[in-house]
């Protein structure tokens, strides 16, 4: 999943012809939505709970917990449900943000990605 996100991402920064590093862009955006899922996700659990995650975010790596760690939490289908909310809501803050600053040119190349990523995934 990380690298189809990771794919749609690189081809937005290519048609906006984003001028940073593009990977450790992707990487962060991806990494700043699990960080938000989390965030999310530990509000929804009984405050001794809370304590115990944030007390394992705070000596995990990079604030990572591992799969397994996160699924003693959360079922996979919680943490998929709401990763995927998130990262829309990501996504759609950043095209709301870049938008205005788009030259015609770009804007229409971004409509021609999405539309060709709609119409490759019917149903989404």
Do not use: R
Not at 43 to 55: D, Y
């Amino acid at each position: 999943m990380k690298e189809e996100i990771k794919s749609i991402l690189k081809q937005v920064l290519v048609k906006i012809q984003y001028q940073g590093d593009v990977d450790k862009f992707c990487d962060l955006f991806i990494e700043n939505c699990h960080i938000e899922t989390l965030a999310v996700l530990v509000k929804s659990l009984p405050e001794n709970e809370q304590a115990e995650v944030m007390a394992k975010l705070k000596h995990a790596s990079g604030n990572n917990m591992t799969q397994a760690e996160i699924e003693k939490y959360f079922p996979p289908d919680e943490y998929k449900n709401v990763f995927s909310e998130t990262l829309k809501n990501a996504f759609n803050d950043y095209l709301e943000e870049i938008t205005p600053d788009l030259t015609e040119e770009q804007d229409k190349e971004l409509e021609a990605l999405f539309q060709t990523m709609q119409s490759s995934s019917p149903g989404v």
